[in-house]
């Protein structure tokens, strides 16, 4: 019917993911319903690019508190409510509905909306909030999607720094100020190699200038599992930026075992 989990973990949902230590709780007990809870005291992260030299304090040792419910009325759609709050920090009350339609076994379309708005309880932090669309085709084993985030005016009041769900390596600017970022992305797996894009067109306001900036950003990712639970893959990022400062190129690589 569920599962309790205390300590360090690993985590995945809308506003938290990485590592946490602290508590989870998860219940399946009522059909097509499941409902999630957690409080993270600390954060830490390991990733391609990253790895934390040790997990760090979470809204001064008092934790993230999280809410996360998803119901599934009919089989086609899901329903993802969720609150986070952190004492002194933040209140956010957010939404995701995904809608999959599955008209053959070739071809499925993947609808996703998903708002959250944030209230700051911290001095000089305003209220703000975020939004994203996508819609998504899997046709014959390719994807297809496209998507546009939306930031508010006024930021997203600190939610967003301790994990998300963006499908970007980089996206340096997306979580700024006004930021507008529409993106398209596709992928596809062929003899077992996992070929990946995306390119994205960001447009947020500069604070120190007060002017609009755009970057640009453009992800190249394959993967292969050599043998079973052992994985290569490669990511390659183009970052070209208004400001020639901030333009730059990564490639990172790695081999993961999991075990």
Do not use: C
């Amino acid at each position: 019917m569920g599962k309790v989990v205390l300590g360090r973990q690993a985590v995945d949902f809308n506003w938290l993911t990485d590592y946490i230590e602290g508590a989870t709780f998860e219940f399946k007990g009522i059909e097509s319903l499941v409902f999630n809870m957690a409080w993270a005291r600390k954060y830490s992260v390991v990733d391609i690019d990253e790895v934390s030299e040790a997990f760090s304090k979470l809204n001064n040792n008092n934790g993230i508190y999280m809410l996360d419910l998803k119901y599934t009325p009919i089989e086609a759609l899901e329903l993802n409510p969720y609150l986070y709050y952190g004492d002194n920090l933040l209140s956010a009350y957010g939404l995701k509905a995904t809608v999959t339609l599955e008209p053959s076994e070739a071809f499925k379309t993947i609808t996703m909306a998903h708002y959250v708005t944030i209230n700051s309880d911290v001095v000089g932090t305003l209220d703000g909030s975020f939004a994203q669309v996508e819609q998504g085709v899997d046709f014959l084993g390719a994807k297809l999607a496209l998507g546009y985030i939306k930031v508010n005016k006024d930021g997203m009041a600190g939610l967003g720094e301790f994990g998300d769900q963006l499908p970007f390596e980089e996206h340096n600017h997306t979580f700024d100020k006004d930021a507008k970022t529409p993106y398209i992305s596709a992928a596809y797996e062929i003899e077992g190699i996992k070929l990946g894009a995306i390119y994205g067109s960001t447009s947020y306001l500069d604070e120190t200038s007060g002017d609009k900036i755009r970057e640009k950003e453009l992800n190249l990712t394959i993967g292969y599992e050599i043998i079973k639970n052992l994985e290569a893959s490669m990511i390659y990022a183009n970052i070209d930026n208004d400001n020639n400062d901030e333009s730059y190129n990564a490639i990172k690589a790695h081999i993961a075992y999991k075990f």
